[in-house]
């Protein structure tokens, strides 16, 4: 693609973040008229003082959520399929959300042991956050320690797997002898949800999300010469093992900690690449890490304001539309492009 024509779309893209960016502080189950909204945005005052907590406290940062997510959640979808070299690769095949999910269990479902102490332990929006990090810590220090010792990449991919299948076992286990009332809260943290981050919260997620993309950047060079296979890499003086564990700590920073902050969201790790791959009809990362960053800031945006059925006090679980909303669109771009760019 001419310079030219990326720019373009680049521009086109903004301009696409910032509408629906917007459209997703606008919409909701209280209708706020948009002068408000563009006013509270600019930091005046709002005569409707509900309209202005909503906007603020609620709205705003749910927005900001769904880019960190949509963002976070694209890149390493983007670096995991680079480095296994793999199209059906996602953010989550080390077992990080996997780890996540176990963390979470044993703080809800394993509450039950610990007696009355324990059952008001995940009452905190921050205990949940800790579990799901220490979960995925753990998870992510397992397949480092074996990064180290095994040399094939796709060894490593298998090793996640099976953790990841390990950790579920051991979910399913805690699930099989969890009270109905602790399940049911396991269950709705799986949906997914950017609803529920306050500033400090969100503040925390920002930061980890920043060191993660800066990360992939500087990965870039290394992503492209993985494109050409880790022997190209080796003769254009590539440090395999350095620029792996780059990769790995990088996906692990993004996706570990979108999950611990909005639990695991399906889809968009899997997908983003792809759209950005079929729309700028490059493999090129120098175009294609913004690209993902813009697309999947905008589809997370989309698919949130879907999800909250404006006009409505109902809201969908986020998981269920992030598929629905996006899996018919990647069928129809790879049916009608016939060819994976890859």
């Known amino acids: 693609m001419g310079s030219r024509k990326t720019i373009k779309y680049f521009f086109v893209l903004i301009v696409l973040v910032l509408l629906t960016f917007l459209g997703n502080i606008l919409l909701g189950s209280v209708a706020i008229p ?58 989550f095949v080390l077992g990080i959300s996997s780890g996540a999910s176990l963390g979470v269990a044993f703080l809800i479902m394993g509450a039950a042991i610990l007696g009355g102490w324990g059952s008001g332990i995940f009452e905190s929006n921050w205990s949940l956050i800790f579990a799901s990090s220490m979960g995925s810590f753990l998870v992510l220090l397992a397949v480092l320690v074996v990064s180290m010792r095994v040399r094939d990449t796709m060894a490593i991919l298998i090793i996640g797997l099976m953790f990841a299948s390990l950790t579920a076992a051991i979910v399913s286990v805690l699930s099989y002898f969890a009270p109905a009332d602790q399940l049911q809260q396991f269950i709705y943290w799986g949906f997914g949800s950017l609803g529920n981050l306050s500033w400090q919260e969100l503040s925390a997620l920002f930061i ?89 800031a905008m589809v997370m945006l989309i698919c949130d304001s ?37």
């Not at 539309?321 to 669109?329: H, K, R, W």
């Not at 009608?336 to 890859?342: E, G, L, S, T």
């Open 34 to 91: 948009l002068a408000d909204v563009l006013k509270s945005l600019s930091g005046l005052s709002l005569e409707n003082e509900s309209w202005e907590y909503i906007v603020q406290n609620y709205r705003l940062p749910k927005a900001f959520t769904a880019v960190i997510v949509g963002s976070g959640l694209g890149v390493s979808g983007l670096l995991m399929q680079t480095l296994f070299r793999n199209p059906l690769a996602g953010p």
């Open 208 to 296: 980890i999300f920043i060191i993660g993309i800066v990360l992939s950047v500087f990965s870039i060079k290394s992503l492209n010469s993985l494109l050409l296979g880790e022997n190209y890499g080796k003769s254009m003086g590539l440090n395999i093992n350095q620029s792996r564990l780059i990769i790995i700590i990088a996906t692990s920073l993004l996706a570990g900690s979108i999950t611990a902050f909005a639990g695991p969201i399906a889809f968009i790790g899997l997908a983003i690449p792809h759209i950005a791959r079929q729309l700028f009809n490059t493999a090129t990362h120098n175009v294609l890490i913004p690209a993902v960053i813009l697309i999947g």
């Open 306 to 342: 879907i999800a909250q059925l404006p006009g409505s006090d109902y809201t969908l679980p986020i998981n269920a539309i992030t598929s629905l909303f996006g899996a018919p669109i990647v069928i129809w771009l790879l049916v009608r492009k016939r060819n994976m760019i890859f």
